[in-house]
């Protein structure tokens, strides 16, 4: 017979360690579009996405200049976190507009898991690049019903 607590438990660890995981790929991720951000001058960054019926998808990256003007995200490689991790593999480098959309999926993963189930969740991800903040912004739809029951 298999023992449900020590079942349970272990599962809860190998959650929490993958939570753990995905943090530091997400401080890495932050560091990394940061520094190129910087480079090349954008201002601030809105990543939108969109989550209903199961499924949902990060919708639009949009990259602003210090007059507030629409920038082309940089065409540039960061660091991946997870290459270059032993001295026989090379770094691996991922396009800086697939580390944004990285980095708006796994905060929505860690900070509003579910976003994309049923009715869903509508947001964006701001980053005020001179200040290094990220700020999630996320709007969860739901059903709901009023009922009166009257004696007449």
């Known amino acids: 017979m298999t023992d449900m607590t020590s079942m349970i438990a272990d599962f809860a660890s190998r959650q929490e360690e993958r939570h753990e995981k995905r943090k530091l790929k997400l401080d890495h991720l932050k560091a990394v579009t940061l520094a190129a951000l910087r480079t090349a001058e954008i201002a601030s960054v809105e990543i939108t996405f969109d989550g209903y019926g199961d499924s949902g998808s990060i919708d639009d990256i949009t990259c602003l200049s ?25 770094p691996r480098t991922i396009p800086l507009s697939d580390a944004l959309e990285e980095i708006g999926c796994i905060a929505l993963e860690l900070h509003h898991p579910g976003w994309e189930i049923n009715e869903g969740s509508a ?30």
Do not use: H, M, N, W
Not at 69 to 90: F, K, N
């Open 66 to 90: 210090a007059d507030a003007s629409i920038a082309d995200c940089p065409e540039v490689q960061v660091a991946a976190p997870d290459g270059g991790e032993s001295e026989t593999e090379p």
């Open 123 to 152: 947001g964006a991800l701001e980053i005020d690049v001179a200040a290094g903040t990220f700020i999630l912004e996320c709007r969860t739809r739901f059903i709901d019903y009023d009922e009166q029951v009257t004696k007449i």
